[in-house]
């Protein structure tokens, strides 16, 4: 009698057991997440992955690089411009950039639309569209300083926009008719000067197809590569000095 009180027990409390998993299995679930596409379920939370740098394309993608975005999923290099450059990547400054087309270009974060990407001389006073000129304050920026550096060497020296004949032969350093004239150093005002023959080119026509330079006051015609740190001893400064008519002054040229 007792081995049957036993067995009874045990059936029962067998019972119990499957009665409890079945009611387990048969709870309601939580409501999963539901994203619509373009989104996706990125641990619980819902993420564009068509413009997330961090999910882009994917949960687990993130673009790299910080002139990189997300365009259509896909982690797009933003190097085509300075433009795309300041706008991709907020802490990018001015400086010296390598381009998509391996373009080196000058950007300038206060004029972030603009990509300079050459080095070139005509009147101080017709500035040709989509040409800066560089003026001595602007060339005080050490930034500036290796952009011109580096346009310079790589160029050979500078050439013509156009064909014209400067009235005197000093290098102007801004765009004023004021007779404020670019200074490399202390007394060191600027003549322009053929590269090769290296002699100066004083009240001739200046021609596209020549390569031209500088001399200082008082020294020899430089040589069509500066080093890094010329302005180091060099400090570009503006002084009056000559008259202007038709100076040459140097302008980069911009491009959006």
Known sequence: MGRLVWLAA???AGCG???????????ALPDALSCTAPQADC????????????????CDVSCGSPREACEAS??????????????SDPSAKTGMYTLLDQ???YCDATVPDATYNGLFIAPYNSAPAGYDIVTAAKLADPVAQTAFVTFFNSQGGVHPIATFTPGTCCYKADATNDPTFMFFGAGNYLFVATVSPANSSCGVALNPSTSYTFALAGSAVQVPALATDFFATHAPTAAAECAAVNNAAFFWRRRS
Request: glycine share 4%.
């Open 10 to 12: 045990a059936l029962a």
């Open 43 to 58: 641990n619980g939370v819902c993420i564009d992955i068509s413009t997330s740098r961090d999910h882009c394309g994917a």
């Open 103 to 105: 373009t080196v270009v």
């Open 74 to 87: 896909h982690c797009v290099d933003q190097s085509s411009s300075c433009a795309k450059i300041f706008n």
């Open 17 to 27: 057991n499957v009665a409890k998993a079945e009611r387990a299995v048969d709870a």
